[in-house]
């Protein structure tokens, strides 16, 4: 088995450092376990440590490579408000958005409530978000207590910024967002199959954008994992985010994963 090693969109985070490197490559190489495959990811491959690390996996004793993960698409937000933003989103996003609202005003009450704090309405936030994402195009999470246990932590610490969208009192759209230093963090987001035509999604994240661009006054809001199209629609940058495998070439599996991941190579 490979020991993997991973870490949010922004990385593993490592004391700078060669020496911090090269002693970390070293433990690892000589670890009584001797795992024969190591995979760490994500990383920014723009990263000193990134480079580093490679080179000190490699001075260790590892075959060594990189892969890519997953492209990152992100907001600079540079101080602007909502307003502006909205503004410069594409018309067709703009358009959908408005429409939406309009098309939940006429159909009912509608309205977006966002959980922040540990009180007496988290729980029911809670349930709103699970019955959402039960009834959507992902079904239920593989563990199911992750959300709950994720949002209640969440809201300890300050960092929740979990949406609902209400349609006559039913739940047809939630988005768990995690805003901590600055950065809001777009985590897991799902609606009702039905409500395409009220382009609920959307609608629930120009809310929940103008709450942490005006109220929370973020400087950068992420959509993490994902190359989806519709992203690039919200956010105005790409990065990508490689990790690193490394083969122990001493053990029979890594020896032989070795081989495997090279002749793969080869034959692309």
Known sequence: MPMVWQAASEGVVVQPGAAHWKALAQALWQH???WPVLMLDPMDPQTTFFDGF???LRQAGYAVDRYFCFGN???QVAGRPFADYFQGLPSALRHS???GQRRLTRQGAWQVDIQQQPDASLEAAIGDFVAVYQKSWKGPEPNRQFIPALARMAAVQGWLRLGVLKLDGQAIAAQLWL??????NIFKLAYVEGFGRF???SVLTAKLMQHVLDIDQVHEVDYLTGDDAYKRDWMSHRRERWGLVAFNWRTPAGL???LKHWLGKKLR
Do not use: F, H, N, T
């Open 32 to 34: 009584p376990k001797r």
């Open 54 to 56: 490679q080179a000190a």
């Open 73 to 75: 698409w992100y907001l």
């Open 97 to 99: 958005i408005e429409r």
């Open 179 to 184: 805003v901590q230093g600055g950065k809001a």
């Open 199 to 201: 382009s609920a999604g």
């Open 256 to 258: 032989m994963a070795w």
